[in-house]
C-alpha cells in the first residue's frame, strides 16, 4: 500500500532527523509533531516511484485530526488539497489542546472548520463550507454528546459502587447473623 510506504518513509526520516538533534527516543506522538509538510511530500513521491505511480494519481486530500481531552476521541479539521493548509491546521489545534483550555480548543476548531480550504471538484463530500456559526454549532453537538456519553459512563459506575457497596452490606449482615448462631 502506498500510503502505508509514505507513512514508514516520513516516520523514518522523522527518526533520522531526532538521531542527528541528538534526541532520545520519541513516542510516536512525538514523531508525528515532528513531520513537516516537506516530509511528508517527499515521502509520497519517494513511495509512488518505488511503486512506478505519479503522485498526482492518488488524488489526495488532507485533514488534521487531533486527539481531544474534551471529547475522548480525536477532532478533524478541515480538508485541504493543500498539505501546508493542513499542517497548520494541526499545529494550531495542538497548540489549542496544549493549552488545557476548552474555550481556546473550541475557538480554534470553529475557525479551523470555518475556513475556507482548497478543494478537488471531485470530493464534494469535503467541499462542504461553514459559517463560524455553523462551525460552532458542530463543535457543541461533539462536545455535547461527549459530555452526555461521560455522563452516562458516572452513572453507571455509580450504580456498580452502590450494588458493590450493597453486596458488601449484605455479606457483612450475612456474617453477623452466622456469627449469632
Given at each position: 500500500?502506498?500510503l502505508?510506504?509514505?507513512?514508514?518513509?516520513?516516520?523514518?526520516?522523522?527518526?533520522?532527523?531526532?538521531s542527528?538533534?541528538?534526541?532520545?527516543?520519541?513516542?510516536?506522538?512525538?514523531?508525528?509533531?515532528?513531520?513537516?509538510?516537506?516530509?511528508?511530500?517527499?515521502?509520497?513521491r519517494?513511495?509512488?516511484?518505488?511503486?512506478?505511480?505519479d503522485?498526482?494519481?492518488?488524488?489526495?486530500t488532507?485533514?488534521?485530526?487531533?486527539?481531544?481531552?474534551?471529547?475522548?476521541?480525536?477532532?478533524?479539521?478541515?480538508f485541504?488539497?493543500?498539505?501546508?493548509?493542513?499542517?497548520?491546521q494541526?499545529?494550531?489545534?495542538?497548540k489549542?489542546?496544549?493549552?488545557?483550555?476548552?474555550?481556546?480548543?473550541?475557538?480554534?476548531?470553529?475557525?479551523?472548520?470555518s475556513?475556507?480550504?482548497?478543494?478537488?471538484?471531485?470530493?464534494?463530500?469535503?467541499?462542504l463550507?461553514?459559517?463560524?456559526?455553523?462551525?460552532a454549532?458542530?463543535v457543541?453537538?461533539?462536545r455535547?454528546?461527549?459530555?452526555?456519553?461521560?455522563?452516562?459512563?458516572?452513572?453507571?459506575?455509580?450504580?456498580?459502587?452502590?450494588?458493590?457497596i450493597?453486596?458488601?452490606?449484605?455479606?457483612?449482615?450475612?456474617?453477623?447473623?452466622n456469627?449469632?448462631?
Amino acid at each position: 500500500d502506498i500510503l502505508f510506504r509514505a507513512r514508514t518513509l516520513a516516520y523514518q526520516a522523522a527518526i533520522q532527523q531526532a538521531s542527528q538533534r541528538g534526541q532520545g527516543r520519541l513516542t510516536t506522538e512525538q514523531l508525528s509533531q515532528t513531520i513537516g509538510a516537506a516530509t511528508l511530500t517527499r515521502a509520497v513521491r519517494q513511495a509512488c516511484v518505488e511503486c512506478d505511480m505519479d503522485p498526482e494519481d492518488l488524488q489526495l486530500t488532507y485533514s488534521a485530526c487531533v486527539s481531544s481531552p474534551w471529547l475522548g476521541n480525536s477532532l478533524v479539521g478541515r480538508f485541504s488539497i493543500d498539505l501546508e493548509e493542513v499542517m497548520q491546521q494541526r499545529k494550531d489545534l495542538l497548540k489549542a489542546r496544549d493549552s488545557l483550555c476548552w474555550e481556546t480548543m473550541r475557538s480554534v476548531w470553529i475557525r479551523v472548520l470555518s475556513a475556507k480550504t482548497q478543494q478537488r471538484p471531485s470530493y464534494p463530500w469535503a467541499k462542504l463550507e461553514r459559517t463560524p456559526e455553523e462551525a460552532a454549532r458542530v463543535v457543541d453537538k461533539s462536545r455535547e454528546t461527549f459530555l452526555a456519553w461521560q455522563g452516562k459512563r458516572q452513572d453507571s459506575r455509580m450504580e456498580r459502587l452502590a450494588f458493590q457497596i450493597d453486596e458488601a452490606v449484605q455479606a457483612k449482615k450475612r456474617q453477623r447473623l452466622n456469627l449469632q448462631e
